[in-house]
């Protein structure tokens, strides 16, 4: 059967020194009255007048005597909650250790955490040292508590700013002036977190900047102008960044004129040579990377010229290559060739003259290939 746990005797079951406190301060506020109605009623015999001097006298006596009897009671009183509080807290531990070591005996209170019930201890522990602790030992421990929560925002403030974590930073720098007011510290941690923005932004500026130069270099201008705007929008104020922005769009621009200016006159000087081959190819190349520039207009009417000339021109260069095989005895490359020349050009001259002599071509490679 389960019972309820006795007393343990070694633990006192009652604060004596509350008790001891609360009798001295009845006693005092006894004594206290009991005197100044003994002191009133004898100035009242010897007397036939009562002067201020003695009303003072006596007040000042009785305020005293009764506030020294309340302070005691006071003390008293809270000696008696801290006895309480640690014999709930002795019959706490010992329930839990019954509980683990498998002890059948209960407690009428419930069983708490062990890192709760130790907590619990410390705090009831501090609270009764700052109770009965002078004036001195309170000051000095404020100012040891002060201290340390001063070095936890340090703390947290430099690796705030460490690890370029600012707004985490300024934060931090809020917490502690509401905490512990603004002074040479705060102000000169604020002066901290200022600097190391300005120069985080000086380096990832500098650092954009010659990525975008690198990019520029490889005419990556897309992914440059990408880069630079997305400067803008870290740093809308620096006039850096925005000077950025517009060199990116100055040098793009003045490469793709060049660019085209370059590709138009490829195409007058390829035309003048009667190399109409590649002057086709820089006109195909201008017309699809600047369909609507000025250039692309003046070359769009010249392009069926272009494109006949450089067909001629190809026409040519393989009726050459042809005559060249059939010189060196290459009949089989030559063969080949002739069909592709009428396969690809089927209505021109060198196709009609290829398939007169087409037969008398086969029968040379088939006696060669003997």
């Known amino acids: 059967m389960r019972t309820t746990r006795p007393p343990d005797?070694?633990?006192?079951?009652?604060?004596?020194?509350?008790?001891?406190?609360?009798?001295?301060?009845?006693?005092?506020?006894?004594?206290?009255?009991?005197?100044?109605?003994?002191?009133?009623?004898?100035?009242?015999?010897?007397?036939?007048?009562?002067?201020?001097?003695?009303?003072?006298?006596?007040?000042?006596?009785?305020?005293?005597?009764?506030?020294?009897?309340?302070v005691l009671l006071a003390i008293a009183a809270i000696v008696r909650c801290l006895h309480r509080a640690d014999s709930i807290l002795t019959r706490l531990e010992g329930g839990a250790r019954d509980a683990s070591l498998g002890d059948t005996t209960v407690i009428a209170s419930p069983v708490a955490d062990a890192a709760q019930i130790e907590g619990l201890r410390r705090l009831l522990e501090e609270l009764r040292t700052d109770v009965l602790a002078t004036e001195e030992q309170r000051q000095e421990?404020?100012?040891?508590?002060?201290?340390?929560?001063r070095d936890e925002f340090r703390a947290r403030i430099d690796?705030?700013?460490?690890?370029?974590?600012?707004a985490h930073a300024r934060q931090c720098l809020i917490?502690?002036?509401?905490?512990?007011?603004?002074d040479d510290e705060t102000r000169r941690f604020n002066e901290r977190i200022e600097a190391a923005i300005t120069q985080a932004q000086a380096n990832d500026i500098s650092s954009t900047i010659k990525q975008c130069e690198d990019l520029m270099g490889l005419r990556s201008w897309d992914q440059a102008l990408r880069v630079a705007q997305e400067l803008t929008k870290r740093y809308p104020t620096a006039p850096e960044a925005e000077q950025l922005h517009a060199r990116v769009l100055r040098e793009r621009e003045l490469y793709h004129q060049q660019h085209r200016s370059r590709l138009f006159m490829d195409v007058e000087r390829f035309s003048s040579r009667r190399q109409w081959s590649q002057a086709l190819a820089a006109a195909n190349q201008l017309l699809e990377s600047y369909p609507e520039s000025s250039e692309a207009q003046?070359?769009?009417?010249?392009?069926?010229?272009?494109?006949?000339?450089?067909?001629?021109?190809?026409?040519?260069?393989?009726?050459?290559?042809?005559?060249?095989?059939?010189?060196?005895?290459?009949?089989?490359?030559?063969?080949?060739?002739?069909?592709?020349?009428?396969?690809?050009?089927?209505?021109?001259?060198?196709?009609?003259?290829?398939?007169?002599?087409?037969?008398?071509?086969?029968?040379?490679?088939?006696?060669?290939?003997?």
């Open 9 to 70: 005797p070694k633990k006192p079951t009652t604060p004596v020194l509350g008790h001891v406190l609360r009798y001295l301060g009845i006693l005092l506020a006894i004594a206290t009255l009991g005197g100044a109605m003994v002191a009133l009623t004898t100035l009242s015999a010897t007397r036939t007048r009562i002067g201020l001097q003695d009303v003072l006298l006596l007040g000042t006596l009785l305020v005293s005597g009764l506030t020294a009897a309340a």
């Open 141 to 149: 421990k404020r100012e040891r508590l002060l201290k340390a929560e």
């Open 159 to 166: 690796y705030a700013i460490s690890t370029s974590q600012f």
């Open 175 to 182: 917490e502690m002036q509401q905490r512990l007011g603004t």
């Open 298 to 370: 003046t070359l769009r009417p010249q392009l069926s010229t272009l494109s006949t000339n450089a067909e001629i021109e190809q026409r040519r260069e393989l009726e050459e290559h042809y005559k060249e095989l059939c010189n060196t005895h290459r009949y089989a490359e030559a063969l080949g060739l002739a069909r592709n020349i009428m396969r690809q050009y089927p209505d021109s001259p060198q196709a009609k003259a290829l398939r007169a002599h087409l037969p008398s071509l086969e029968k040379q490679a088939k006696e060669q290939a003997r």
